[in-house]
């Protein structure tokens, strides 16, 4: 089960609808070991694309040395699709190299800003995907 803030939820759907009509992508790390995503860091999707993401290669291996000198890690892995339910896509599976990770969809197809969305969770081990419960709280 994914146990995230109403704070850290409202930031990843802000972000799915900024970049809308292109997929967002971002991580949330936490303290090594928790399994409690704190830091939201929002990234750039190098893909530019309503329906790939791609974390700029750079970005990310600055990402992992500031998480690694903070003892942190990425407690949920995050992007957006803009046309489709928020289930991973096969594409998506293929790159889920996290097995720790929460893989959080966000649906931002048929909204205009202020509809409904899909907000879901998912651990992908070796190409297997598994959705779990997604509890929202105030604070940890």
């Known amino acids: 089960m994914l146990t995230i803030t109403q704070a850290l939820v409202d930031q990843i759907v802000a972000h799915a ?15 090594a070991g928790s399994d409690r995503p704190e830091r939201f860091i929002p990234m750039l999707n190098a893909a530019m694309s309503p329906t790939f993401y791609e974390f700029d290669s750079g970005d990310l291996l600055k990402l992992y040395r500031e998480m690694d000198d903070r003892d942190e890690e990425p407690v949920v892995i995050y992007h957006s699709h803009t046309a489709t339910e928020a289930y991973p896509s096969r594409t998506d599976i293929s790159y889920a190299n996290e097995p720790g990770a929460h893989y959080v969809l966000v649906s931002t197809a048929d909204t205009d ?28």
């Open 17 to 31: 609808r900024k970049d809308h009509p292109d997929e967002a992508c971002g991580v949330v790390a936490g303290p």
């Open 113 to 140: 800003g202020a509809g409904e969305f899909q907000f879901r969770s998912f651990r992908i081990v070796e190409g297997a995907v598994t959705e779990e419960e997604v509890q929202v709280v105030e604070a940890y």
